[in-house]
């Protein structure tokens, strides 16, 4: 009996999408539930942590859904733009905002993720035939 492994051209790229959507949406979700204490170790406010675990669930299940799109090619461009869009944003904050240790590097690292994953995406959508 002969095994047939299957691929697709988009499948790096589904899987960036719904990995970032998973990590996102973890994240969004702890950010809302503790967004006092959190706020009290970064330096951004209360309000700001719970916006912005808002924004990261509500993006991660845009990004979810759209990587099951039958065409995903410009879900995942969107998506990779997003995530730089993110990046610059978190190098502005840092540059610009009254922030603890913590809270830079915090946001530098989260900086670093949406790097990465629009990497992954860029690579995903590249792949795409």
């Known amino acids: 009996m002969t095994t047939t ?12 999408m719904r990995v970032d959507a998973v990590l996102s949406g973890l ?19 209360k309000a700001a ?13 845009v990004v979810f859904l759209a990587a099951g799109l ?3 090619r410009t879900a995942g ?14 190098v502005v904050a840092v540059i610009e905002l009254d922030l603890t240790t913590a809270g830079v590097v915090a946001t530098l690292g989260s900086g670093v993720y949406t790097l990465v994953f629009a990497d992954l995406q860029y690579l995903g959508v590249r792949r795409i035939k």
């Open 5 to 16: 492994l299957s691929t697709t051209s988009d499948s790096l790229l589904r899987m960036a």
């Open 27 to 45: 994240c969004g979700i702890v950010l809302m539930a503790a967004a006092g204490p959190i706020s009290g170790v970064t330096g951004f406010s």
């Open 49 to 61: 942590e719970f916006a912005t675990g808002a924004v990261f669930v509500v993006y991660a299940v």
């Open 70 to 72: 039958r065409r995903v």
């Open 77 to 90: 461009i969107a998506t990779a733009i997003a995530n730089l869009v993110f990046t610059v944003a978190a």
